[in-house]
């Protein structure tokens, strides 16, 4: 997720000497459990090849029990998250309880939709409602669909393959905490514009949960164990 530009694009600023093409990345993700959901990001937010942020929480709460995962232009998607929140606010009180998640939904695809010429950002939002319980939509320019588990951003080019074979339907809520965790930390561990610290919410009828995987917590995948392997035998050599 960037400060500037479009995720998996490039932005050109004109005619301006000395400004070419930004490139941006992220890796955001959601899973449905019965009884509810587990959303995650990275934390890394660049312009380019500048890293301009290690640990921003890109997963923003749209109500009490309903989050957003934010990718594209940082300040874009969170000038959407804020708009969203307050219509949402507005909503609950004319209802007098809290929004489904489906409508939380429809609002962000209709303000991305309306915007899509002024704003670059996707959001991916997740909650639980006592009617449809754990849900997870995409909302990507004016699309509104849900998903059993959905990635997105830069990243998640290079899981597809990963979470397509690794999910399962009626996994427990510590095993799409593990699924989401692992999917990230492969996808920050080959994406140059995803990295930082892996953000966590669970979402479930009594509330959520916030969880923070921080660098040294993070699992290693096989070329990640053979650098270290590799690394320590050489300290040992040089001993």
């Not at 874009?76 to 409508?103: F, W």
Request: aromatic share 8%.
């Amino acid at each position: 997720m960037h400060g500037i530009g479009r995720m998996q694009e490039s932005s050109y600023f004109g005619d301006l000497p000395g400004v070419g093409e930004i490139h941006t990345g992220t890796t955001i993700m959601a899973v449905e459990f019965d009884g509810g959901v587990v959303v995650g990001s990275d934390s890394r937010v660049s312009a380019g090849a500048a890293v301009v942020n290690r640990v921003f929480n890109k997963l923003a709460p749209l109500h009490q029990q309903i989050y957003c995962a934010l990718s594209g232009s940082a300040a874009d998607a969170q000038a959407i998250a804020d708009m969203a929140t307050y219509q949402l606010e507005l909503h609950g009180m004319e209802l007098e309880k809290q929004p489904l998640v489906l409508s939380a939904a429809n609002v962000v695809k209709n303000i991305t939709y309306k915007y899509r010429e002024e704003l670059s950002a996707h959001l991916m939002v997740a909650g639980w409602d006592p009617y449809q319980g754990g849900q997870v939509y995409g909302t990507l320019e004016g699309m509104l669909i849900r998903q059993p588990f959905a990635v997105g951003g830069s990243g998640s080019a290079y899981i597809y393959g990963y979470v397509d074979a690794s999910y399962k339907p009626g996994m427990s809520p510590e095993e799409c905490r593990q699924f989401t965790t692992n999917a990230i930390a492969l996808a920050m561990g080959r994406d140059g514009s995803s990295g930082g610290v892996i953000y966590l919410v669970t979402i479930t009828a009594a509330g959520t949960k916030q969880e923070i995987i921080l660098g040294k917590e993070l699992p290693q995948f096989y070329d990640e164990k053979s650098e270290c392997k590799e690394y320590n035998s050489l300290c040992e050599t040089a001993k």
